[in-house]
């Protein structure tokens, strides 16, 4: 008996695993950006009605790729056919043969509809490749980063959307835009030449750590982590490490995904609620990634002039990696990698942890003096994070009536259910 639900089940598990790798194939495939995600996202909802009526196939996403190859290719055969009857009019008119059925047959080279798999090396090099084009210069960096972790990443508008800190309908029209001009300025379907990847690093580099950001510590749903969101963030600046060996800040960036991801296995209790750094069984930190990050923020430092955005927030990771407890952490040195990194990347998120390392190194007084700026400042306003900061310095100096305050308001901001049951339970906490 075909169970629906584990048909509707599966399909969601593997579009989370593998939308990217199929929007790629597919945009090699057309040679249209935009179509591909429409025949991929036509695909997913072929696979919706089939895979519960019928079992899930043995291949699904060869499945999903057949089928979203063979909307592609009724697409092209409409331009076809629309191009053949636009040409008999301006004959017609005697205007001429303005257009050509073979102007809208797919591109020279496009993969065989039989071609149900495709190999890894070309996945990676598709795969990259589509983020260099959603990385064009023609698009807007909000544009560019918007676009590709909702066509890589597999964001939602609204999760793009909380990363922003921006309206859910701000980040839409960014898509809508976005597509439209890469449509319009007809980019092709190419890795760019090496001079031109090394402009649009920077919009790539800041596209992984969003998505990763987002993998490591949900801004919305019923899961604090979201690993599979994570490891394909390592895994492409892994993929990016290999292609670029010299530029120090990709090795910088994997360094703290390393770094941070090793954390992930002791940061969930058996029930998958949040467990907080000082509660942290550190036996259970993933001591191979530490390594890795270690090896990696090693080869950021000497392949650059000292490190970047990336390489000093990753110096941070390794701080917490090498502590033995939280108590034995070096908090002097990260409130003064904080201070540096505060010089490169001046933001209110970089201010606001600045001071929960200053909570740790100097007390809760002194950290209460720098948050209580961001908030005179009107700085992250609509964020949980400040309040829930405060909250908790205001609980360690006494001050409960104000701390409690600060969670409530925390929890009415929080978007992710399982961050907010940890900030209900710390003010369940204050009586």
Same mark, same amino acid.
């Given at each position: 008996?075909?169970?629906?639900?584990?048909? &509707?089940?599966?399909?969601?598990?593997?579009?989370?695993?593998?939308?990217?790798?199929?929007?790629?194939?597919?945009?090699?495939?057309?040679?249209?950006?935009?179509?591909?995600?429409?025949?991929?996202?036509?695909?997913?909802?072929?696979?919706?009605?089939?895979?519960?009526?019928?079992?899930?196939?043995?291949?699904?996403?060869?499945?999903?790729?057949?089928?979203?190859?063979?909307?592609? @290719?009724?697409?092209?055969?409409?331009?076809? !056919?629309?191009?053949?009857?636009?040409? /008999?009019?301006? &004959?017609?008119?005697?205007?001429?043969?303005?257009?050509?059925?073979?102007?809208?047959?797919?591109?020279?080279?496009?993969?065989? #509809?039989?071609?149900? =798999?495709? #190999?890894?090396?070309?996945?990676?090099?598709?795969?990259?490749?589509?983020?260099? @084009?959603?990385?064009?210069?023609?698009?807007?960096?909000?544009?560019?980063?918007?676009?590709?972790? &909702?066509?890589?990443?597999?964001?939602?508008?609204?999760?793009?959307?909380?990363?922003?800190?921006?309206?859910?309908?701000?980040?839409?029209?960014?898509?809508?835009?976005?597509?439209?001009? +890469? /449509?319009?300025?007809?980019?092709?379907?190419?890795?760019?030449?090496?001079?031109?990847? $090394?402009?649009?690093?920077?919009?790539? =580099?800041?596209? +992984?750590?969003?998505?990763?950001?987002?993998?490591?510590?949900?801004?919305?749903?019923?899961?604090?982590?979201?690993?599979?969101?994570?490891?394909?963030?390592?895994?492409?600046?892994? @993929?990016?490490?290999?292609?670029?060996?010299?530029?120090?800040?990709?090795?910088?960036?994997?360094?703290?995904?390393?770094?941070? /991801?090793?954390?992930?296995?002791?940061?969930?209790?058996?029930?998958?609620?949040?467990?907080?750094?000082?509660?942290?069984?550190?036996?259970?930190?993933?001591?191979?990634?530490?390594?890795?990050?270690?090896?990696?923020?090693?080869?950021?430092?000497?392949?650059?002039? *000292?490190?970047?955005?990336?390489?000093?927030?990753?110096?941070?990771?390794?701080?917490? !990696?090498?502590?033995?407890?939280?108590?034995?952490? #070096?908090?002097?040195? @990260?409130? =003064?990698?904080?201070?540096?990194?505060?010089?490169?990347?001046?933001?209110?998120?970089?201010?606001?942890?600045?001071?929960?390392?200053?909570?740790?190194?100097?007390?809760?007084?002194?950290?209460?003096?720098?948050?209580?700026?961001?908030?005179?400042?009107?700085?992250?306003? *609509?964020?949980? +994070?400040?309040?829930?900061?405060?909250?908790?310095? =205001?609980?360690?100096?006494?001050? %409960?009536? #104000?701390? &409690?305050?600060?969670?409530?308001?925390?929890? $009415?901001?929080?978007?992710?259910?399982?961050? %907010?049951?940890?900030?209900?339970?710390?003010?369940?906490?204050? *009586?």
């Amino acid at each position: 008996m075909i169970d629906p639900y584990g048909g &509707r089940q599966a399909v969601a598990a593997v579009w989370r695993i593998e939308s990217a790798r199929i929007v790629s194939a597919l945009a090699r495939f057309t040679g249209d950006f935009a179509l591909a995600e429409d025949v991929a996202q036509e695909s997913l909802a072929e696979a919706l009605v089939a895979w519960p009526r019928d079992g899930v196939p043995r291949n699904p996403a060869g499945w999903l790729l057949t089928a979203a190859r063979r909307r592609a @290719i009724d697409s092209f055969r409409r331009r076809s !056919a629309l191009d053949e009857r636009y040409a /008999a009019l301006a &004959r017609h008119l005697g205007e001429g043969g303005v257009a050509s059925a073979q102007q809208a047959t797919p591109p020279v080279g496009a993969a065989p #509809d039989t071609d149900l =798999l495709w #190999d890894p090396d070309r996945v990676d090099d598709d795969l990259l490749a589509l983020m260099f @084009i959603a990385c064009h210069p023609v698009l807007s960096r909000e544009a560019r980063i918007a676009l590709t972790l &909702r066509v890589l990443g597999g964001l939602t508008s609204d999760e793009i959307a909380r990363a922003f800190l921006v309206p859910t309908a701000t980040v839409q029209a960014r898509i809508t835009r976005a597509k439209k001009t +890469l /449509a319009a300025a007809q980019v092709p379907f190419e890795m760019p030449p090496p001079d031109e990847c $090394r402009k649009r690093l920077g919009s790539v =580099l800041s596209v +992984l750590y969003l998505i990763f950001t987002e993998g490591s510590t949900a801004t919305s749903g019923s899961e604090w982590i979201r690993p599979d969101l994570a490891r394909e963030a390592v895994r492409l600046t892994r @993929i990016l490490a290999r292609l670029v060996p010299d530029e120090s800040e990709v090795h910088g960036l994997l360094a703290l995904f390393e770094l941070t /991801a090793a954390r992930f296995p002791a940061r969930l209790d058996e029930d998958g609620e949040p467990v907080l750094l000082e509660k942290q069984d550190r036996r259970r930190w993933d001591r191979a990634a530490i390594r890795r990050g270690r090896a990696a923020l090693a080869q950021a430092g000497r392949v650059g002039h *000292g490190l970047g955005v990336y390489g000093v927030q990753a110096a941070i990771a390794e701080c917490h !990696a090498v502590a033995p407890s939280v108590e034995e952490t #070096d908090w002097d040195r @990260i409130v =003064l990698l904080y201070e540096a990194l505060g010089r490169l990347a001046p933001s209110p998120v970089v201010e606001l942890n600045r001071a929960v390392a200053i909570s740790m190194a100097q007390g809760p007084a002194a950290a209460l003096a720098v948050v209580d700026d961001l908030v005179a400042a009107g700085h992250l306003s *609509g964020s949980h +994070l400040l309040p829930s900061v405060r909250g908790e310095l =205001l609980s360690r100096l006494g001050k %409960r009536d #104000d701390a &409690r305050r600060e969670l409530e308001l925390a929890v $009415r901001l929080c978007g992710n259910e399982r961050e %907010r049951s940890l900030l209900q339970r710390k003010l369940a906490a204050l *009586g």
